[in-house]
């Protein structure tokens, strides 16, 4: 082994404590070698990627640089394929099975309308909220941000690049290890378009972050993270002028590249089939559409749901489109995709409106909370405003469309705004409930005193999004986003025999957690 071991250019040893650790998947990216009963490992490789990492193994942890940056990679020193390198990585015996995960999306940093003063008040003090909360049950805290960290766009106007992210969570004391995930707006946007656009825009990721794509274990659990962008940036048209710095439309394709898949085939071959697989990356892999089914929205979907063929429980989590979603994929029931809303929840400007951070389909900004027991997994919505978490938002929709129907600005946006919801679809005496993170096997009851009433779902815009967003900005002279105004896909009706009486709602969530509130009716809307 040691003869073979010289025609490899990068070698190293994986150790805890002094003593080899085997069996540990070590890669370049493009190949995956395991480590030898001493904790050897040798690998030949092109240095393409600039960097050698870990899959870290169960039972074991790393350091965290900075308390938050886990050393599973290191850069590698020599460019030259010819020059022989030796990269050594130490573990932690680290036991524990049952932790929590934080996962976060879509933080969109970029130096502007205050972020991040708000970031470091919202969520980094909800991570120590919950590493303090997580600690008495006696688990540690570990987070995911599922891309966006940064907005290409203002990397260069507003000097905010990846690197002062990485300087803010430093300066911030992100609290627990963070195993970050890249976002089409963490890729560079002054690399001009090219045949190799999207390998040369993810440079700066790869120099200050970590690898775009990497897997680690945590109990028991594999973890996956994925670069699902193909930067592309391709000329701006004639006359169309970009922000400084940018060279091009910042366009990209939602796939998973050829040599992701065969580095993923390599990884998953190393894993065992019964166990859970956690899926990271930015774009969602599998959408839901107005008639609430599931369908396959990355080019090659297909293709990388067929890397997990006989694997038992496979969840993949994504960000990007800062709402909330749960998909089930009928041809693969094995897989769950959890699309998780957004840590700047409408980037940022809701909160500088109204001081209540808001995401389009009226979620609070927020994450998900997974709890880890084994090779179980539970999971919730939470509010990065509110530690009750609240799961759904329950309204008078009488009040609401009076509102609408009178109020001067109100009237006066809808002259203008094309988008603007008419509420046609509930009738008098309706009440809209709309459920955050909305699954296919929770359950809603809704009842008015104590008599049960029916329940549909539609698709619809939550109408507290309007007081969060839309008409703070009419008021202001300042433009409104129809992209802004999908609606969404959590929203339930129900309809009371009268317009004074109470309503109660029930939602029952995957795990028989409950969650209820009473609408005492007419209820007010609108500040």
């Known amino acids: 082994a040691a003869m073979a071991a010289l025609a490899q250019n990068v070698t190293g040893t994986v150790t805890c404590g002094g003593a080899g650790v085997s069996g540990v998947a070590v890669s370049d990216g493009i190949n995956v070698v395991t480590t030898d009963k001493q904790g050897r ?197 004639a006359g169309k002028k970009a922000r400084k710095g940018v060279w091009g439309q ?98 940022w400007i809701t909160g500088k409106l109204t001081g209540t951070d808001m995401c389009t389909d009226g979620s609070p900004a927020g994450y998900s909370r997974w709890t880890v027991r084994g090779d179980s997994i539970e999971w919730k919505y939470a509010s990065i405003e509110d530690h009750s978490d609240p799961q759904m938002r329950v309204l008078d929709m009488n009040t609401v469309k009076q509102f609408l129907a009178t109020n001067a600005d109100a009237v006066a946006l809808s002259k203008t705004f094309k988008q603007m919801p008419t509420y046609d679809a509930f009738e008098e005496n309706s009440v809209l409930i709309n459920v955050f993170a909305w699954d296919d096997d929770w359950k809603l009851e809704v009842t008015e005193n104590g008599t049960a009433l029916p329940t549909a779902r539609l698709h619809a815009i939550d109408p507290a999004y309007l007081l969060a967003y839309a008409l703070p900005r009419h008021k202001r002279g300042e433009n409104v986003a129809p992209q802004h105004h999908h609606g969404t896909l959590h929203i339930f009706k129900a309809v009371a025999s009268s317009p004074t009486t109470p309503v109660t709602v029930k939602v029952t969530d995957t795990f028989g957690h409950t969650y209820t509130t009473t609408l005492t009716r007419p209820a007010a809307f609108g500040r």
């Open 41 to 237: 490992y040798a690998l030949q490789t092109d240095k393409a990627n600039g960097y050698v990492f870990i899959s870290i193994p169960r039972g074991y942890t790393v350091d965290m640089a900075d308390g938050f940056n886990p050393q599973f990679w290191q850069k590698l020193s020599d460019a030259k394929v010819e020059t022989a390198e030796v990269h050594n990585f130490k573990l932690t015996y680290s036991p524990a099975d049952d932790y929590v995960m934080i996962i976060g999306a879509d933080s969109h940093l970029a130096r502007r309308i205050g972020d991040r003063k708000t970031y470091k008040n919202g969520y980094i003090a909800s991570l120590k909220y919950e590493k303090e909360k997580a600690a008495e049950s006696q688990l540690p805290t570990y987070s995911m941000i599922l891309g966006d960290l940064t907005w290409d766009n203002f990397w260069y106007a507003n000097k905010y690049t990846l690197r002062n992210f990485m300087d803010d969570q430093r300066k911030m004391h992100y609290p627990v290890p963070l195993f970050p995930v890249i976002g089409n707006h963490d890729n560079d946007p002054a690399v001009p378009h090219s045949a190799n656009t999207d390998f040369l825009a993810a440079k700066l990721w790869r120099d200050v972050v970590c690898p775009n794509y990497y897997s680690y274990n945590l109990g028991k659990v594999h973890y996956v993270v994925l670069d699902n962008i193909v930067y592309q940036n391709d000329t701006l048209p």
């Open 250 to 347: 910042r366009n990209y394709n939602a796939a998973v590249t050829e040599q992701q898949i065969n580095w993923l085939r390599q990884d998953l071959a190393l894993v065992d089939k019964q166990m859970p697989v956690v899926v990271c990356s930015h774009i969602p892999t599998f959408r839901i559409n107005r008639n609430f089914s599931t369908f396959g929205s990355l080019q090659n979907y297909k293709e990388l749901a067929s890397c997990f063929d006989g694997f038992k429980n496979v969840h993949f989590v994504s960000g990007h489109t800062h709402v909330n979603f749960n998909a089930h994929p009928s041809e693969y029931p094995h897989i769950m995709e959890h699309n998780i809303a957004a840590i700047c929840a409408s980037w």
